[in-house]
C-alpha cells in the first residue's frame, strides 16, 4: 500500500499538496507559493493514508519538513518489528527517538507477541525461571500473582488489535 501524506501551509493564502514520494515531495515543497505570489517555506506534515502500523509509527514520531523523508524511507525499509519496537518504546514508553539518525534494532526492548501477563508468568514458569517445580506442587503455583509482579516490569499493549507484553530496557 502506498503511502499518502499531505503538506497543509501555515500561510492561510496557500494551498497544499499530497505527497507519495521523496520526488514529488521535493517536486511540490519549492514551487508552493501563496495567492500573493510569495513562496511559502512552512508546512505542516500531516499523515493521510497507509497501513495501520505506519500511522501509528507517524502519531508516535510526528512527521515534520526536517524528518519526513527518513520517515517515509523508514515506512518502506523497515520491518513491521523494527516498526513496532519504535511505536513502543517512544508512544508508550515515552522514549526518545531521532528516525533520521537512530536505529530501531538498537532500543532495548523484550517484546511478546499476542501475550498478556498471566501467559507471560505461565510461560516464564514453564521455562524454568523460577527453577525446577515437581509437577505435584505445580498446581498451586498462583500464575496471577506472579502476573502482577511481572506488571512492575512489563506492560501490556494493543497495537493493530494485537496485544504485546514489553519490557523497556
Known amino acids: 500500500m502506498t503511502v499518502t501524506f499531505y503538506a497543509q501551509p501555515y500561510d492561510i493564502n496557500a494551498a497544499g499538496f499530497y505527497f507519495t514520494d521523496e520526488d514529488s515531495y521535493r517536486e511540490k515543497i519549492d514551487s508552493v507559493v501563496n495567492d500573493y505570489g510569495d513562496p511559502v517555506e512552512e508546512f505542516e506534515i ?19 519538513q526536517c524528518n519526513i523523508i527518513a520517515m517515509m524511507d523508514a515506512m518502506a525499509t523497515w520491518t513491521e518489528e523494527q516498526k513496532l519496537k519504535v511505536v513502543i518504546a517512544v508512544h508508550e514508553g515515552g522514549a526518545d527517538f531521532d528516525i533520521g539518525t537512530d536505529e530501531p534494532d538498537d532500543i532495548e526492548i523484550d517484546l511478546y507477541p499476542d501475550m498478556t501477563l498471566q501467559e507471560l508468568a505461565l510461560q516464564f514458569v514453564d521455562e524454568g525461571l523460577f527453577g525446577d517445580i515437581p509437577d505435584h506442587l505445580s498446581r498451586y503455583i498462583d500464575y496471577d500473582a506472579i502476573a502482577r509482579d511481572l506488571a512492575f516490569d512489563y506492560d501490556e499493549v494493543m497495537i493493530c488489535g494485537e496485544r504485546y507484553v514489553y519490557r523497556l530496557m
Open 46 to 64: 500531516q499523515f493521510i493514508n497507509g497501513f495501520v502500523l505506519d500511522s501509528k509509527l507517524a502519531q508516535a514520531i510526528t512527521p515534520t
